[in-house]
């Protein structure tokens, strides 16, 4: 079974780091055999001496899912190929207590078993990087950003990646880093969103050329929005709002971003008027609206 093209069976390692792999046998009556390798140096074979992470040639059955633990070490950075993708094999057959050819190659012959490839990721050392947080919020046409860092120790940028199908990612920009041991907050704004999914991670970099990656944050935008009918306006606001039942909340603010006006109230028809309770200056105002947990927001101007 090959796995290793699968982006979210992905596994992310660092020369020098200890690791535990959990493998779960089940499905079997018989004990089995187990053998793991990962090809460090990325040339399509597997060597047994370094390459090879655990090898049980005899695992006694256990009664249900049995599980397996593997701890190991990867190797420095200087004995691996770091920044690639490599692969890692596991082979699973029947113990030799049962008259089955003990298993010690990658390439060896399974009598009941199979192989599964899995890809790993390889970087040179974890970053002296800690990230936070990272959150984003969609308003109107753009898609906003944030994320907070600390002990920022040659951190040279991070890389905002976007992608529209989850497993394709394209940069779409780039932060410089502070470089503050204390750690700093930053922010970008994604515009002109269209209808779709998007989804969106971080590519943090150091100086020496190693980088990790963020979680991916994935955002749903709907092809509806609120509109402002008669605007300027003299009194009373009329909006059309992308439903048609549910909740609203509105909100006007001024110049000074100052609130005038909050209304709550609920949704029978996607055109709602709203009744303003005392005169307003002429000016210019934000309306915004939160209908059914999905934030809108319009300039309005008061003439």
Request: glycine share 8%; aromatic share 10%; charged share 20%.
């Amino acid at each position: 079974m090959n796995n290793s093209g699968k982006w979210y069976d992905l596994f992310e390692m660092s020369a020098n780091g200890n690791y535990t792999l959990n493998v779960t046998l089940g499905a079997s009556i018989n004990d089995e055999q187990l053998c793991v390798w990962i090809d460090y140096d990325n040339n399509g074979s597997f060597n047994n001496g370094n390459e090879q992470i655990y090898l049980n040639n005899d695992i006694p059955f256990v009664t249900g899912l049995n599980g397996i633990s593997i701890n190991f070490t990867v190797p420095a950075a200087s004995f691996i190929s770091t920044g690639q993708i490599v692969r890692m094999r596991m082979m699973d057959d029947r113990s030799t207590a049962l008259g089955v050819a003990a298993m010690n190659s990658s390439s060896a012959t399974l009598s009941y078993g199979q192989a599964e490839d899995y890809p790993v990721y390889l970087q040179s050392g974890p970053l002296p990087l800690t990230l936070l947080s990272f959150t984003g919020s969609k308003r109107n046409d753009v898609i906003r950003l944030l994320w907070k860092t600390e002990q920022e120790q040659d951190t040279k940028e991070f890389q905002v990646e976007r992608s529209m199908n989850s497993f394709e990612f394209a940069s779409i920009g780039i932060i410089p880093a502070a470089g503050l041991s204390t750690g700093s907050n930053y922010n970008f704004s994604d515009p002109a969103i269209t209808p779709g999914a998007y989804f969106y991670r971080l590519k943090m970099l150091d100086r020496d050329g190693a980088y990790t990656y963020s979680r991916t944050l994935d955002f749903t935008v709907k092809g509806n929005r609120m509109l402002v009918k008669g605007n300027p306006f003299h009194q009373d606001i009329e909006v059309i709002l992308p439903a048609n039942s549910g909740e609203v909340v509105f909100r006007l603010l001024d110049s000074k971003g100052s609130v005038v006006l909050v209304e709550k109230q609920g949704i029978s028809s996607n055109s709602i008027v709203i009744k303003l309770k005392k005169p307003l200056s002429n000016g210019i105002y934000v309306l915004e609206a939160t209908v059914n947990g999905e934030y809108f927001s319009e300039k309005v101007i008061r003439q």
